[in-house]
Nanobody, 124 residues
């Protein structure tokens, strides 16, 4: 099993930045890829970004491309999401996710492990 714990959410104004962190523990050697999803009230959980656990290919949703950057610190088993130029439509609960399968991790159905979520609220 892999446990994921997010931190770094909060309330910010439009145009501000936030950095989310996701600390992984347990059988982290089995992780193939990690990433972030988000869910706004009344909407389905959607893909935000992913990265190969050992570094390498990254993917972003079109809505965040150019504003968000995903990275990893393998020594600390941590995944980061740097969010710049935040918009009110970025408001959601952000979930850290991981998989131990060789998949893209761009769909919730491909996730093996979820964090508990952290709230990000962007005011206009």
């Amino acid at each position: 099993q892999v446990q994921l714990v997010e931190s770094g959410g909060g309330l910010v104004q439009a145009g501000d930045s936030l950095r989310l962190s996701c600390a992984a523990s347990g059988r982290t050697f089995s992780v193939y890829a990690a990433g972030w999803f988000r869910q706004a009230p009344g909407k389905e959980r959607e893909f935000v970004s992913r990265i190969a656990w050992r570094g390498g290919p990254t993917y972003y949703a079109d809505s965040v491309k150019g504003r968000f950057t995903i990275s990893t610190d393998n020594a600390k088993s941590t995944v980061f999401l740097q969010m710049n130029s935040l918009k009110p439509e970025d408001t959601a609960v952000y979930y850290c996710a991981a998989t131990n399968r060789a998949v893209l991790l761009t769909s919730p159905t491909q996730v093996n492990y979820w964090g508990q979520g952290t709230q990000v609220t962007v005011s206009s």
